[in-house]
């Protein structure tokens, strides 16, 4: 009984301090509604295998995302921001429930519910859980094969693991073979190191991958029925080429620390906690420990480990270790390693609980302090006059609506749950100030965080207004609508287009250069503007221009609203 109240307390804290806050800010960059207009099109259109937005795009991705909003949508009666993240934040969400229920299993109820909250407040998995993108519905998919393959090995490897299967032909349809490679390899070497015969490891996991591709199979076939060699060429291009750098366009080139520095970042705010970590470390004893001649000694041992905290382990190495192969690499890629170093971190928790409690104050004291000046500055921020004068270069005007944004927000509920965060912030002070007093502390920053400061920064960064006024000047009825971006024409790939303009301006704008209407509407970027303007014009056309966004950027530039005619 104790452990379900542990397990519901846990789905509770997570629902409470997500679902809310999906819809309360706009689209703020050009991943969200490029995700979501292929949603909005399967709906539209009646197409679920290959739909084409109005520029005539096909998804990059298998379809399983954009099933699971269009499905959302459908319920809810349009695609919208809220509908939009609900797949991403349900992902989230089991899989960090799916996560507790793994070590609670193993290890014990606090283990694992430290384990699960960790995971759920580092930043990176917080910040996807968000999106309306495809990567946290991809990191559930293959975290939960994983969990279930480990199950499948516990029971003797006996049998097939048909829930496992299944989750990685939904990675697959959500990202590609990735959903299926991960699960497998991670899998196969740890029944390496746990003395598991190489040829029953590789053709286990070989079979087990095969079957997952069989549902995806049927998609591919579809999609191929009416995409052709393009569509042949992009799945080639996105999972072969990418993953062997032989890409015909740059993608997300880094170096291989990239992911180093990804990690760092993406464990914030606990990072910190391991960097204070480091003064209490007995560092001598570490060099002693792990001696050229004895760490010799602990690798051949590693077969003798604690299967839990092997699989763990190799779940972070062998993840990090492939992801560092190809050139191309995003922070999002290392997604699934993030709770198994929850899992590490939760244990380090608690020993410095045990050992050095000291560290555990002092980092606590220095959340608490942080979190309660940002709360002062969101105060006075309230009482000053903001002078657009301080803020000067390329964003300049963009961080202006960032500080008049914050300062204009002040919602009665909003200020409630400033007032319940800030309590929790002080009453760290007067609590144990223990790993689950640190924990609610760092939940009490991120419910501040997605319902107070983050809407009005994010909201400042989006176009959502600057649609509207398109669409005012220029309805549907007077005129059809398009776009010119240089880097969306010359681009080998990964084209850059008006997403936020279209999701907002419900799919309508075509593509001027490739379409050469005779009459409509054209928005493009200032910069744009000056290189191209003078050929259209000898082309014949004559442009009049309606509308200016000003000092705001769309994709980059300011935007001009051109009428044309030929």
Known sequence: MAKNKTLWFLLIVCVLTVIPFLGIYEYNTKGEPRESIVSYTMLESGNWILPRNSVGEMAYKPPFFYWAVAAVSYVAGEVNEFTSRVPSAIAYIAMIVGVFLFYQRRRDDHTAFVTALVAFTSWELHRQGFNCRVDMLLTAFIVGAMLLL???????????????????????????????????????????????????????????????????????????????QEFIDLVMEENIGRMTSTMSYESCVEPWYYNIITLVIGYLPWVILGL???????????????????????????????PVDLFSFLAIAVIFIFYCIPQSKRSAYLMPVYPFIGYFIARMLFWLQKRHHGVIKAYG????????????????????????????GRRGYQNYSMALFLQQTGSWWQWLLLAFGTYILLAWWKGKRNVMGLVMLILAFYLQLDSVYKPPVLNAKSVKNVAAQVDEVAPESAGHLYEFIEDGVLAKGDPVHYFEMNFYLHDRVGNFYTE?????FLMIGTEDAERWLPKFTAEGYRFTEVYNSGQQRVAGQPMRLLQFER
Do not use: H
């Not at 959903?179 to 029953?200: E, H, Q, S, T, Y």
């Not at 480091?278 to 560092?283: G, K, M, P």
């Open 365 to 392: 004291g220095f959340v608490s302090v942080l979190c309660l000046m940002v709360v002062v500055v969101f105060i006075v921020l309230k009482w000053i006059e903001i002078n657009p004068d301080w803020f000067q």
């Open 150 to 228: 480990y199950r499948w090995y516990e029971r003797g490897m006996k049998g097939v693991p048909l829930w496992a299967i299944l989750l990685m032909s939904c990675g697959t349809l959500t990202k590609g073979p990735i959903g299926a490679i991960i699960p497998c390899l991670v899998m196969g070497v740890f029944l390496l190191f746990r003395r598991v015969n190489f040829f029953r490891a590789f053709f286990s996991m070989m079979l087990f991958g095969l079957l997952s591709l069989i549902l995806p199979a049927l998609w591919y076939y579809a999609a191929w029925q009416q995409g052709g």
């Open 516 to 520: 050469k209407p005779a009459s409509g």
């Open 276 to 306: 204070m970590t480091l003064f209490v470390v007995n560092w001598k004893a570490l060099k002693n420990w792990a001696g050229v001649s004895q760490l010799r000694q602990r690798l051949s041992r590693l077969t003798d480990v604690d």
